[in-house]
């Protein structure tokens, strides 16, 4: 039996013919059994993985994935014997098959011993090449798949550069070059694959183009991050220039297993990057996980402490921009932080808190893994305060913040932490978390109306940002400024709604390059629609809008716009709850408007329950970024649909 997952996910009899493994989620469960390297799966670790929202007969269904899959692996098994290959063990199940007999285990061994035996090259080369596609390319839209997906890249892109790096140090290699070519084609912000594409590109006697492609790499560099090239790129340059003939010349020092930098210096060169946004902010986040997982591979837990901690770069959205990534920064500091156990120390307990705080973003959790975030970050602000640590304290309350969206109508809470924010990162010099504090306070008084207060905070985060390079600053901002036109495009003598509606347009131009999906996917539309309810027009219906994770919310109304009720009617009707997030008010608003609309009773009750303690509030307004209108004129529509008759 051989079973393959890099790529499509597949397996094979010992006679090659292939075993027809049934739908999407047998393959699924087989693969998660493979990402657990036979270690048992429990039945409940399955069903959350499997499902986002299991169905009631969640484990009865997995069971029968289970079974169809125990009859493909093993079809002349008698039916009194017990299954070889995937067993029943305590709560759960485990894969049980030769690591040899599964690719990525045969590769992630291979890798292994090439790191401590240059002579497991061609091992390491012919491991390489079974590589088909993305791992479990098939399994789509599953967190854990993603997570391994992301893990196992970051592993194939450190043997690629393992393998040239042995082949070069041993005197070979000058067939590398289209090779690393595509490499870094493909990863542009690695410094070790440029610096081994001109070792290659020297040693088959090209030296030109050596010298053209480090002055290439140096150029993208300064101009795209403001780096200088690192010793490794200078060295290799140097070298070339002196016209070196020895293997030892074109030598690069390897400073850590799938990473161009050692972790501490990766984590503080992506902690800086992360604040300029765009493709920086993209790769910041990518180099932190890389740097996470580089020191957990060290096996040092004070290291990989400090790491994960070190990181406390000012968060504001409550919607993750790469939600896999998050999670998998959260798992790995949940790991880290049993393994310290309670008497670890406190203050990179309180920094492992805090990230777990700040990573688990409202919108993308469950109810169980919000109680579980805001209990971190209760007890990150707890250690914190006893720590007297001011930096500390700011980045623990940020997690405070995020955790801070249990409900509607809680702008006010979050001004209270925004002020305590701003006044610890005026005395304590702490420049990036003082624009934090003013954009939780723009967005908290926003959201209470009060667009003088609101407008003053955003000039100075506007002044801060110029100090302390942030342009992401600027983008927020002017998103705010189109909210205060939209708002007034409403009062006698204001800007006409064409006026808003360009604003926003403005906006967004500035906000899709910003590196930010998690808060650029249907905002837009969002903000169109809310300009629209405030003039009472219908909601728009151009097709290639993207309403991104506000379509369910949405698509009521704009099947109303085009006339179809009945359709409208069942979309209301699988409406869900909304996340507990910075949208959630809007959210409840475009619910019971649609409801008055339909004269769905039971369903605008239910709207108006959730929406009186955000009755002083501006629906969408918390955001500091668009609005829907004051959340009483939704309240009060809702309230007489729900009691007419």
């Given at each position: 039996?051989?079973?393959?997952?890099?790529?499509?996910?597949?397996?094979?009899?010992?006679?090659?013919?292939?075993?027809?493994?049934?739908?999407?989620?047998?393959?699924?469960?087989?693969?998660?059994?493979?990402?657990?390297?036979?270690?048992?799966?429990?039945?409940?670790?399955?069903?959350?993985?499997?499902?986002?929202?299991?169905?009631?007969?969640?484990?009865?269904?997995?069971?029968?994935?289970?079974?169809?899959?125990?009859?493909?692996?093993?079809?002349?098994?008698?039916?009194?014997?017990?299954?070889?290959?995937?067993?029943?063990?305590?709560?759960?199940?485990?894969?049980?098959?030769?690591?040899?007999?599964?690719?990525?285990?045969?590769?992630?061994?291979?890798?292994?011993?090439?790191?401590?035996?240059?002579?497991?090259?061609?091992?390491?080369?012919?491991?390489?090449?079974?590589?088909?596609?993305?791992?479990?390319?098939?399994?789509?839209?599953?967190?854990?798949?993603?997570?391994?997906?992301?893990?196992?890249?970051?592993?194939?892109?450190?043997?690629?550069?393992?393998?040239?790096?042995?082949?070069?140090?041993?005197?070979?290699?000058?067939?590398?070059?289209?090779?690393?070519?595509?490499?870094?084609?493909?990863?542009?912000?690695?410094?070790?694959?440029?610096?081994?594409?001109?070792?290659?590109?020297?040693?088959?006697?090209?030296?030109?183009?050596?010298?053209?492609?480090?002055?290439?790499?140096?150029?993208?560099?300064?101009?795209?991050?403001?780096?200088?090239?690192?010793?490794?790129?200078?060295?290799?340059?140097?070298?070339?220039?002196?016209?070196?003939?020895?293997?030892?010349?074109?030598?690069?020092?390897?400073?850590?297993?799938?990473?161009?930098?050692?972790?501490?210096?990766?984590?503080?060169?992506?902690?800086?990057?992360?604040?300029?946004?765009?493709?920086?902010?993209?790769?910041?986040?990518?180099?932190?996980?890389?740097?996470?997982?580089?020191?957990?591979?060290?096996?040092?837990?004070?290291?990989?402490?400090?790491?994960?901690?070190?990181?406390?770069?000012?968060?504001?959205?409550?919607?993750?921009?790469?939600?896999?990534?998050?999670?998998?920064?959260?798992?790995?500091?949940?790991?880290?932080?049993?393994?310290?156990?309670?008497?670890?120390?406190?203050?990179?307990?309180?920094?492992?808190?805090?990230?777990?705080?700040?990573?688990?973003?409202?919108?993308?959790l469950s109810w169980t893994e919000l109680k579980r975030a805001r209990q971190a970050a209760g007890r990150a602000e707890e250690l914190a305060r006893d720590l007297?640590?001011?930096?500390?304290?700011?980045?623990?309350?940020?997690?405070?913040?995020?955790?801070?969206?249990?409900?509607?109508?809680?702008?006010?809470?979050?001004?209270?932490?925004?002020?305590?924010?701003?006044?610890?990162?005026?005395?304590?010099?702490?420049?990036?978390?003082?624009?934090?504090?003013?954009?939780?306070?723009?967005?908290?008084?926003?959201?209470?109306?009060?667009?003088?207060?609101?407008?003053?905070?955003?000039?100075?985060?506007?002044?801060?940002?110029?100090?302390?390079?942030?342009?992401?600053?600027?983008?927020?901002?002017?998103?705010?400024?189109?909210?205060?036109?939209?708002?007034?495009?409403?009062?006698?003598?204001?800007?006409?709604?064409?006026?808003?509606?360009?604003?926003?347009?403005?906006?967004?131009?500035?906000?899709?390059?910003?590196?930010?999906?998690?808060?650029?996917?249907?905002?837009?539309?969002?903000?169109?629609?809310?300009?629209?309810?405030?003039?009472?027009?219908?909601?728009?219906?151009?097709?290639?809008?993207?309403?991104?994770?506000?379509?369910?919310?949405?698509?009521?109304?704009?099947?109303?716009?085009?006339?179809?009720?009945?359709?409208?009617?069942?979309?209301?009707?699988?409406?869900?709850?909304?996340?507990?997030?910075?949208?959630?008010?809007?959210?409840?608003?475009?619910?019971?408007?649609?409801?008055?609309?339909?004269?769905?009773?039971?369903?605008?009750?239910?709207?108006?329950?959730?929406?009186?303690?955000?009755?002083?509030?501006?629906?969408?307004?918390?955001?500091?970024?668009?609005?829907?209108?004051?959340?009483?004129?939704?309240?009060?529509?809702?309230?007489?649909?729900?009691?007419?008759?």
């Amino acid at each position: 039996m051989r079973i393959d997952v890099l790529g499509a996910v597949r397996a094979f009899r010992d006679d090659g013919s292939p075993v027809d493994l049934g739908g999407p989620r047998h393959r699924e469960v087989l693969a998660r059994f493979v990402a657990a390297e036979g270690r048992m799966v429990t039945t409940d670790t399955l069903v959350d993985d499997l499902w986002t929202d299991p169905p009631v007969r969640a484990v009865g269904a997995l069971r029968t994935f289970v079974a169809a899959l125990r009859r493909a692996l093993e079809p002349d098994r008698p039916p009194r014997d017990p299954p070889r290959v995937i067993v029943t063990e305590g709560p759960g199940y485990a894969l049980r098959l030769p690591r040899e007999d599964v690719d990525v285990h045969r590769f992630q061994d291979t890798l292994a011993r090439a790191r401590r035996d240059p002579h497991a090259v061609t091992d390491l080369g012919a491991a390489l090449a079974t590589w088909r596609g993305p791992a479990y390319a098939d399994v789509t839209g599953s967190a854990w798949a993603q997570r391994e997906r992301t893990r196992l890249e970051d592993l194939r892109l450190e043997a690629v550069e393992l393998r040239a790096r042995i082949l070069l140090d041993t005197g070979g290699g000058a067939d590398l070059v289209a090779d690393l070519g595509a490499h870094v084609a493909e990863q542009p912000w690695r410094e070790p694959g440029w610096e081994l594409l001109a070792s290659a590109l020297y040693r088959a006697g090209r030296r030109a183009d050596a010298l053209a492609t480090l002055r290439r790499a140096r150029t993208m560099l300064r101009e795209q991050l403001g780096l200088d090239p690192g010793p490794g790129l200078q060295r290799v340059e140097t070298d070339i220039l002196r016209g070196a003939e020895s293997p030892e010349a074109a030598r690069v020092t390897w400073t850590g297993h799938g990473v161009r930098l050692g972790p501490r210096t990766t984590v503080d060169l992506a902690r800086t990057l992360a604040l300029a946004g765009g493709d920086a902010l993209v790769h910041s986040r990518r180099d932190r996980l890389a740097a996470i997982q580089a020191a957990e591979r060290t096996g040092d837990l004070f290291l990989t402490a400090r790491i994960i901690g070190a990181y406390d770069v000012p968060a504001l959205w409550s919607r993750a921009d790469d939600p896999e990534q998050s999670r998998a920064v959260v798992a790995a500091a949940e790991r880290t932080l049993t393994a310290l156990g309670p008497d670890g120390p406190a203050d990179l307990s309180a920094r492992l808190l805090a990230t777990i705080a700040t990573e688990s973003r409202s919108a993308d959790l469950s109810w169980t893994e919000l109680k579980r975030a805001r209990q971190a970050a209760g007890r990150a602000e707890e250690l914190a305060r006893d720590l007297a640590d001011p930096a500390l304290l700011a980045f623990a309350l940020n997690g405070v913040f995020l955790q801070s969206f249990t409900g509607p109508g809680l702008a006010a809470a979050r001004d209270s932490i925004g002020v305590e924010i701003l006044d610890l990162a005026t005395r304590h010099e702490l420049p990036s978390f003082a624009v934090l504090g003013r954009l939780v306070r723009l967005q908290s008084a926003s959201a209470l109306g009060d667009l003088r207060a609101a407008a003053s905070h955003a000039r100075a985060a506007d002044r801060l940002a110029a100090t302390t390079e942030a342009p992401l600053v600027p983008v927020l901002t002017e998103w705010f400024r189109a909210r205060v036109t939209a708002a007034r495009s409403t009062e006698p003598g204001g800007p006409t709604a064409a006026t808003a509606a360009a604003h926003y347009r403005a906006a967004e131009d500035a906000l899709r390059t910003a590196g930010m999906p998690g808060l650029h996917r249907g905002l837009f539309p969002l903000a169109l629609l809310g300009l629209r309810l405030l003039h009472d027009r219908p909601a728009p219906t151009d097709p290639d809008l993207d309403w991104g994770p506000y379509r369910p919310w949405a698509r009521p109304l704009v099947l109303l716009a085009q006339d179809r009720e009945e359709e409208a009617r069942t979309a209301l009707a699988a409406v869900p709850e909304p996340p507990r997030d910075h949208m959630q008010e809007a959210m409840w608003c475009l619910t019971a408007r649609a409801a008055v609309r339909l004269d769905e009773r039971k369903t605008a009750a239910h709207a108006a329950a959730a929406l009186r303690e955000a009755r002083a509030e501006h629906a969408g307004a918390g955001s500091g970024l668009l609005t829907l209108g004051p959340v009483s004129r939704y309240l009060a529509e809702a309230e007489a649909c729900a009691g007419a008759g």
